[in-house]
């Protein structure tokens, strides 16, 4: 397939949505309870949100939402770090859109630059770099976050501030690692996940080799799936097929994008910049070993946390908020006691009401097809090409890689 439109086809979606019903019947889990799969990328989360995938599958199996989103695992601590250095009397505080109202236990970066904090958005380190250089009486700190996708343009930014010299540029790294966090939720007593839907994005740096333990030690299935409506279907049939067949294995649906050995490039930039480290604090999942990275001492005078002063502190989110239930896939958003009241986009409590990736913004935005009664399937599959089209013309080709 070439175009967008091609992978929302209402035809193919119907032929996926069978064989997963055949799948399902004859699965002796499903006769117990409803088989959980878990998508761990944000991405994928807002797809399904978007387009109602769940309302296509049958009701044994139940899609769980994983804490795939970077903005949305952000500690009221580190945001609140973010502010002070927004706040900083000579530094211009740079980050990407989604960060800026994630609530800090004072604030946000959106309402400290209202009070006066140069903040400025941006779409890529490079263009932090681009105000340093043109600025060089100014400390220009950029706010580096995300998964593995995110990390190598940050490296690489670095490298190239090292290599022309410009020294009023660091970076406020708060980088996590995906490997981990799978492995914190497959630890957890309180999920029983029968399969995993493995992230596209952190996969094409990745590649698939890293997640082999999930196999091999946790007995469960992993497909790496693409983020248009039948790129996720497929990797739900994939990983029903698997456990049909008594497999567990990892496989890649994405291979249009995804090499099996990931990026070599990108992956020696990041080994060269970024060390682990020994924890990094998650909202609403407490500590994780090894699931963040800083700057190794090679380049430690872009580190924003060596060269400045920060509070540093744990902060618990608000008693009210649930944020850690949902990441976790224990409750389902609009479960949580302040969803769409005390908390909404407008007035978020928590960052999973704010970041575009966000199960919560995604359940307020599009419905939760899994809270009133299901729609006539044929009406959600004809659905799937046209729901918000404007968004994403017919005409347009995906990306190379």
Not at 239 to 252: A, F, S, T, Y
Not at 304 to 333: M, T, W
Not at 381 to 386: E, N, Q, R, T
Request: aromatic share 8%.
């Amino acid at each position: 397939m070439k175009f967008v439109d091609e992978f929302r086809d209402p035809g193919k979606a119907r032929a996926l949505a069978r064989r997963i019903d055949a799948l399902a019947a004859r699965n002796p889990i499903c006769r117990r309870r409803p088989l959980q799969l878990m998508e761990v990328c944000g991405g994928h989360t807002h797809t399904i949100f978007k387009y109602g995938l769940e309302q296509l599958l049958p009701e044994a199996i139940e899609l769980v939402h994983g804490p795939g989103c970077p903005v949305c695992v952000l500690p009221m601590g580190r945001v609140d770090d973010c502010v002070a250095l927004a706040e900083h009397p000579n530094i211009l505080f740079t980050t990407y859109g989604d960060a800026m109202r994630v609530p800090g236990s004072r604030k946000s970066l959106m309402q400290a630059r209202a009070e006066g904090a140069e903040v400025r958005l941006v779409y890529s380190p490079m263009d932090a770099l681009a105000l340093a250089r043109d600025q060089p009486d100014r400390e220009v700190v950029f706010f580096a976050l995300g998964f593995e996708t995110t990390m190598p343009s940050t490296a690489l930014t670095v490298l190239r501030a090292e290599a022309e010299g410009i020294d009023n540029f660091s970076v406020f790294c708060n980088h996590i690692t995906i490997i981990p966090t799978i492995k914190a939720i497959l630890d957890s007593p309180e999920l029983t996940l029968d399969g995993f839907l493995g992230p596209g994005h952190v996969s094409m740096v990745i590649g698939d080799a890293p997640y082999a333990f999930i196999a091999r030690h946790y007995r469960k299935p992993l497909v790496i799936s693409g983020f248009e409506p039948l790129d996720i279907l497929q990797a739900i049939w994939m990983v029903m097929v698997q456990l049909d067949e008594g497999r567990c294995e990892v496989e890649n649906q994405y291979r249009r994008v995804v090499p099996e050995a990931g990026n070599a490039a990108a992956l020696r930039a990041v080994q060269r910049v970024f060390r682990l480290r020994e924890f990094f604090e998650w909202r609403g999942l407490g500590s994780i070993d090894h699931s963040g990275v800083r700057l190794n001492e090679a380049y430690a005078r872009f580190d924003a946390e060596r060269r400045y002063s920060l509070p540093n502190l744990r902060i618990a989110d608000p008693k009210a908020c649930q944020c850690g239930e949902v990441l976790k896939g224990a409750i389902k958003p609009r479960q949580c006691k302040v969803f769409g009241t005390a908390c909404t986009p407008e007035t978020p409590l928590g960052s999973l009401m704010v970041s575009s990736e966000g199960a919560c913004a995604a359940v307020y935005r599009y419905g939760d097809p899994a809270g009133p009664p299901r729609r006539d399937r044929t009406e959600a599959v004809d659905g799937l090409a046209s729901r918000d089209a404007a968004d994403h013309p017919a005409t347009s080709q995906e990306k190379p890689t």
